[in-house]
């Protein structure tokens, strides 16, 4: 146990992060512990890296959104269903599955293009509409 300032710090327990800098442990004053450093953690459920790379972070969330549609498939082919209640849906479950931590993220292209992809399955199983059917996504949206 390491005390300084009234802060307790279990130095068994504690690892530290940082972006960009070079691997190395933190020695504490007169040799009190060793802090070790990690090259990922996850924080609030969101996984960071060393090297600040977010697409393992999104590819997961768009696949768990991709899950979530599917495991609704049933609720979005359903005629009783109205559309008013799939947009809540997909806000309510799929949207929020697949934005958590999105405000940390730093985009690509690609990434967006993935992201948008997945929106753009929900809306067609919503609407009913196959990929096969050939219909362009700004009309379906």
Same mark, same amino acid.
């Given at each position: 146990?390491?005390?300084?300032?009234?802060?307790? %710090?279990? $130095?068994?327990?504690?690892?530290?992060?940082?972006?960009?800098?070079?691997?190395?442990? %933190?020695?504490?004053?007169?040799?009190?512990?060793?802090?070790?450093? $990690?090259?990922?953690?996850?924080?609030?459920?969101?996984?960071? #890296?060393?090297?600040?790379?977010?697409?393992?972070?999104?590819?997961?969330?768009?696949?768990?959104?991709?899950?979530?549609? #599917?495991?609704?498939?049933?609720? %979005?082919?359903?005629?009783?269903?109205?559309?008013?209640?799939?947009?809540?849906?997909?806000?309510?479950?799929?949207?929020?599955?697949?934005?958590?931590?999105?405000? #940390?993220?730093? %985009?690509?292209?690609?990434?967006?293009?993935?992201?948008?992809?997945?929106?753009?399955?929900?809306?067609?199983?919503?609407?009913?509409?196959?990929?096969?059917?050939?219909?362009?996504?700004?009309?379906?949206?």
């Amino acid at each position: 146990m390491y005390e300084l300032w009234g802060l307790k %710090l279990n $130095v068994k327990k504690t690892k530290y992060m940082a972006i960009g800098d070079t691997l190395r442990d %933190l020695q504490l004053e007169d040799g009190k512990g060793i802090i070790s450093h $990690v090259n990922k953690y996850t924080y609030l459920g969101v996984r960071i #890296t060393r090297d600040g790379n977010y697409e393992p972070e999104i590819n997961d969330r768009i696949n768990r959104g991709r899950a979530a549609i #599917t495991k609704l498939n049933s609720v %979005l082919w359903d005629r009783d269903v109205t559309p008013k209640t799939k947009t809540h849906v997909y806000h309510a479950i799929v949207k929020s599955k697949i934005k958590y931590a999105a405000e #940390t993220w730093c %985009l690509k292209a690609k990434t967006v293009a993935k992201l948008n992809s997945t929106e753009m399955d929900f809306w067609r199983c919503s609407a009913r509409i196959s990929r096969k059917d050939k219909i362009r996504n700004n009309i379906i949206k």
